[in-house]
């Protein structure tokens, strides 16, 4: 019914930058909030950003004023701006999305499947 697609990881070096985006397609009838998970090797997945419908937005303190969280509702479409890349930002970056769906009007919650993102030192 909905599907997340996901796009703009790959190989970085340490300093650099990567925008990711991630598209909501399907019978839509509005999504609330969406945002950006990461999971690195051996380690849990965690938030790093959220942006809900009316704009405000929330990060992980290790990626604040380095990545910027943005949507296009008429898109359908989640951004991640993300700068001066370090090591540690390397993991599979995953979007999520509370969609609310045509048909029955409630929240389905939708993840993407993943996008690799490593940062060389």
């Known amino acids: 019914q909905v599907q997340l697609t996901e796009s703009g990881g790959g190989l970085v070096q340490a300093g650099g930058s990567l925008r990711l985006s991630c598209a909501a397609s399907?019978?839509?009838?509005?999504?609330?909030?969406m945002g950006w998970y990461r999971q690195a090797p051996g380690k849990q997945r965690e938030l790093v950003a959220r942006i809900f419908s009316e704009g405000r937005t929330g990060y992980a303190d290790s990626v604040k004023g380095r990545f910027t969280i943005s949507r296009d509702n008429a898109k359908n479409t989640v951004y991640l701006q993300m700068n001066s890349l370090k090591p540690e930002d390397t993991a599979v970056y995953y979007c999520n999305a509370g969609v609310v769906l045509v048909s029955t009007r409630r929240e389905y919650i939708g993840w993407g499947q993943g996008t690799q993102v490593t940062v060389s030192s």
């Open positions: 399907g019978t839509i009838f509005s999504i609330n909030a």
